[in-house]
């Protein structure tokens, strides 16, 4: 039990956040038998999330950055959109909910470990509003939050390493909110185009 402590205290150090989280959050970590490029192009495919997960039943791609999520336990639903708000090939990916009541944010690292796999770890901030609040200040709330993530990225090792490989790759860049562009257009010229002729 230590010595897994100690492995995982190892992947977390020296960590450093782009846009670090405030407060209070769940943090873990996991680590897959399968390079970092397909760990992320599998992750980056959140339509998959469904075939693994025990608590998202669907996610549907809005727009480029935006998706909806519906997650839930039986017969308990709940739809919300998420903001892709930075990603990084290989590297980042941080997100933002887009609800009112409560509010959460998160963000998902991908480093290379030693023997060749990648060290998965994800953050998540609940940011509770009104009565709500009073509910998630308490301690077990953020660790029922923790075992939840834990056993979501378990299940994901077990999809990746199952597979050997990705299903499909998205390998855009994001800044705030904004995909960007491998090769930018061209500026469009404000001058009616006159007829030929």
């Known amino acids: 039990m230590a010595r897994e402590q100690d492995s995982r205290q190892a992947v977390t150090d020296g960590v450093t956040r782009r846009r670090p989280l405030r407060r209070q959050h769940v943090e873990e970590t996991v680590e897959v038998a399968v390079p970092v490029p397909t760990a992320y192009n599998q992750w980056t495919q959140f339509k998959t999330f469904p075939r693994f997960s025990t608590v998202v039943h669907d ?5 480029p950055t935006v998706t909806a999520w519906t997650i839930g336990y039986g017969p308990l639903r709940r739809r ?8 990084d090939p290989d590297s980042y990916l941080a997100w933002r909910g ?7 944010q998160g963000e998902v690292e991908f480093r290379p470990t030693e023997s060749g796999g990648t060290a998965i770890t994800v953050r998540m901030l609940l940011e509770p509003r009104g009565a709500t609040r009073r509910l998630t ?3 077990k709330v953020t660790q029922v939050t923790a075992r ?3 056993r ?3 299940h994901f090792k077990q999809f ?16 705030n909110g904004r995909v960007q562009h491998d090769h930018p257009e061209p500026p469009r ?3 009616a185009q006159w007829p030929v002729g």
Do not use: D, K, N, Y
């Not at 996610?59 to 727009?63: A, D, L």
């Not at 919300?80 to 990603?87: L, N």
């Not at 887009?98 to 959460?104: D, F, G, I």
């Not at 490989?165 to 998205?170: R, V």
């Open 80 to 87: 919300f959109a998420v903001e892709i708000v930075e990603q």
């Open 189 to 191: 010229s404000r001058v």
């Open 98 to 104: 887009l609800e009112q009541r409560p509010s959460h």
């Open 137 to 139: 200040r308490s301690s």
């Open 160 to 175: 990746i390493e199952g597979l050997g490989q990705e299903g499909g790759a998205w390998r855009g860049t994001i800044r």
């Open 148 to 150: 939840l993530v834990r």
């Open 59 to 63: 996610v549907e791609q809005v727009r």
């Open 152 to 154: 979501e990225l378990l």
